[in-house]
């Protein structure tokens, strides 16, 4: 038998922590799955109280333990951490335009702070022009197909028209459902307005400008039309509610339905949830009582529209995933606000709150007027109605607290 000295048993332990924290390198330590337990049963007849375990060479080996000697070195293993990565202070971002055409307005000045994904300019372009009629086209055909399939339906079911009718009529749906994601897709890449006019230049990050090259100039039609006096360009004020505007448009751009109702429903949803975000960052920013007071019931009462407007779409048609593209009832209203809430601003942020949610609300009843012409559903004119009563009477609280704050400081 072989006695293991204090300083074996040390090294003997050192070379074990090896092996475990090593686990994934050269070292491993092995077992014979038939030895192990009978070897296991041996060391405990024969350890007693003492400190010490005696192993000669043929337990060791049955034992499956490989001995290694004790040296320096080095692990390496692959740690995950969250983390931000970020640009170094001194990246640059060169912004260029995805079309040709003519800036029409541009939002920044030399100097001033910029968040990524903020529009810092309108260009006014063909190629922009192209793609929303490309949009428009694609609805146009799958608001077709629907109408279709659903007449198809009809036939079918009454034994009018055979089968294969039918599954034309799906395939075709189905081919007009995927152009219209299609486009719809490219208009949001391209930053397409919903006057189909321009395409926006977005920072994809945040900063300062350091260098300014581009002047707005007004749009050519403007220039004939008013050749006494050009207009002013269009004005895209920075403020703290740009990334809420946007997500709002493009999910509104996005949301399309079987028919008016479900189209104006789908629509609400986002455009309700723009306003409930924009509330949620005045509320942060300021101090007057009446704009937090507006605020507040702004995003209480737009959370219970939108519960409302999920309520029917399950109930009615279902959770079916919305279509692409902006449904042409709703388009001109849709176009009307989102350039009124782009170029509405103030002199701080409760001014620039105010006028926007003015626009904002008024969209929203442009829309419910549309929706009320184009349905019967009674649910659906039940809401449009309601969305009509009460932001006529938000329009005029936000109207009446602008003329009592001309110069409000923020």
Known sequence: MKRLTNQQRLLG????????VGGFGALSMTRNPEAAPQAAADAEEEHGAGEALEMDAARIQAAGIILAPVGSGSLSAEIVAQGTVVG?????????????????????????SVRAGQTVALIESREASSIAAERATA???????RQALAREQRL?????????????????????????????????????????RSTGVVSP?????????????????????ESAQAPEPMAMAQTPFSAAETRMHEAMAAA??????????????????????MSQVVLRETQDADIRRMAQKTVEMQTGDIAELRRWLETRVGAAAPGGGGEPPFAPAEARM?????TAAGANTDQTWASKMIAHHQGALDMSEVVLRESQDPGIRRMAQKTIDMQTA?????????QAHPANPG
């Open 88 to 112: 170094t202070p001194q990246g640059e971002a060169v912004l260029a335009a995805r079309a040709d055409g003519v800036i029409t307005a541009v939002s920044l000045r030399l100097g001033e």
């Open 205 to 225: 990050i945040s900063g300062r400008v350091t260098v300014s090259n581009a002047t707005a100039e007004p749009p050519a039609t403007s220039r004939t039309e």
């Open 256 to 277: 399309a339905g079987a028919d008016a109702a479900e189209s104006w429903a789908r629509k609400m949803i986002p455009h309700h949830q723009g306003a409930l975000d």
């Open 338 to 342: 989102m350039d009124a809430m782009m």
């Open 156 to 196: 079918f079911d009454s034994q009018i028209t055979a089968r294969q009718d039918l599954e034309a009529s799906q395939t075709v749906m189905a081919e007009a459902e995927a152009e219209a994601r299609r486009t719809s897709s490219a208009a949001a890449a391209a930053r397409v307005s919903g006057d189909g």
């Open 13 to 20: 332990g050192a070379a074990a922590a090896v092996i475990i």
């Open 139 to 145: 609805q146009a055909r799958l608001t077709a197909a």
């Open 394 to 402: 938000d329009i005029g609280e936000l109207r009446a607290w602008l």
